[in-house]
């Protein structure tokens, strides 16, 4: 060492090491930052699209002109429906069939029994119970939009609806069902129709009217019968 300037081997030799070292432990934090960044990135972006996958088939139908919303019937709305039906047999279809209670519940007692709903996961579901309770058979569920259905082929309809499309369900109905069909309606009644028969009270009460007293027909000049209504391309283009 000169002038008592020089710096010790055993200092130098420490100060290489921790120079060389301290890179190395900066780098592996920010590997390891990096690596915490794009995992949470990924668990926020693939939490979004689930959340908007799931959400979405229960949004979309409120933005439509007519919404139909899903909520679960009650034991008391499935029991009154129940009796509304009683001695009746045939093909049911439920309108908005949501988690498939009804449907369910009807293919226990013998009827072949169909759900439309909008919701797919819903529906899914809907399959899902039905095989569990065993009658995956007789119960079955379909995505689609009621008004593009025709219930020409079923004896017994049954709806849990909301005032506005009432007017507009009662003209389709009229159209396309059978003199012997018989249409249940629950929480809401069809506004120009007569029941035949009311059950329950409160939110529980449901309507049944018979087809054969509701179907608005005209006597052609030969006898033919002629439905006076709209066609299913009119509730189409009214957006329904």
Known sequence: MEGGRG?????????????????????????????????????????????????????????????????????????????????????????????????????KEGFTAVGYELNPWLVWYSRYRAWREGVQGSARFYISDLWKVTFSEYSNVVIFGVPQMMPQLER??????????RVIACRFPFPHWSPAQVTGEGGDTVWAYDASSFRAVERGPEGRCASVGHSRRDFIEDGF
């Open 7 to 107: 710096t010790p081997p055993e200092a130098l030799k420490e100060e290489r090491q921790s120079g060389y070292a301290l890179p190395a432990s900066l780098e592996a934090n920010s590997l390891k930052k990096r690596n915490w960044g794009f995992l949470l990135t990924g668990i926020v972006g693939g939490t979004l699209v689930a959340v908007y996958a799931v959400a979405t088939p229960f949004i979309t139908p409120a933005l439509r002109r007519v919404c139909l919303p899903f909520v679960p019937a009650t034991s008391k709305q499935i029991e009154n429906v129940m009796k509304a039906l009683r001695c009746r047999r045939g093909s049911l279809v439920d309108v908005g069939s949501g988690d498939g209670r009804i449907v369910i519940a009807a293919a």
């Open 172 to 181: 389709k109905l009229e159209l396309e069902l059978q003199d012997h069909a």
